[in-house]
């Protein structure tokens, strides 16, 4: 189940990017190039977007790539950094419910009156779907978290580090012989 959700979550991102960014293209071609359009595209860009926007942040606690201020959670010992960390997907897990529960709500009343997107004729229900299933991914995933904390797997979030990055980065150009 869980390497379904990874495939999924994968494949929905490169599709995301490659079709925003190939639709993006199109249009400034046809704008600049031509002095025409469609009208459509904007719209599409946006949904696209926000289809993306809410896949990668579940994506990104699962890698990793979140920026995290985490200099007060470090100071404590693992027991203590597992307990600040539990507490926080608890949180995380309480805001996911919250917006799942007012996106159904939302969702429900844009079905039932019948709005469609403003140029490209989809219900907006189904455009704007997006906000249970993204935030129902991101609830998985919090919660998977959530258990290695419990199970003892792991001791919090995993985040980037770009200062240590970075100075790895500078130390492979140091012996490359690259002068900075």
């Known amino acids: 189940m ?27 071609v046809m704008r600049f190039g031509f002095n025409t359009g469609f009208m459509w595209t904007q ?18 606690i699962k890698v990793g790539s ?23 997907c608890l949180f995380g897990l309480a805001y996911c419910a919250m917006i799942l529960y007012g996106s159904w709500i939302y969702l429900d009343k844009v079905k039932r009156i019948g709005i469609e997107l403003e140029d490209i004729p989809i219900p907006a229900w189904i455009a704007h779907s997006i906000l249970i299933i993204g935030f129902l991914f991101l609830s998985i995933r919090i919660f998977i978290l959530l258990w290695d904390i419990i199970t003892n ?22 012996e490359e012989g690259v002068k900075l």
């Open 43 to 60: 719209e599409l860009t946006l949904h696209m977007s926000a289809w993306f926007v809410l896949f990668g942040a579940s994506y990104g």
């Open 153 to 174: 797997k792991a001791d919090g979030f995993r985040y980037a580090n770009e200062a240590d990055d970075s100075m790895e980065l500078v130390e492979e150009l140091k």
């Open 66 to 88: 979140h920026i995290g201020v985490d200099a007060f959670v470090k100071m404590f010992p693992r027991t203590g950094r597992r307990i600040l960390s539990a507490i926080g």
């Open 2 to 28: 869980l390497r379904l959700l990874n495939r999924t979550e994968e494949a929905v991102i490169c599709l995301l990017m490659a079709l925003t960014t190939l639709l993006v293209f199109v249009d400034v």
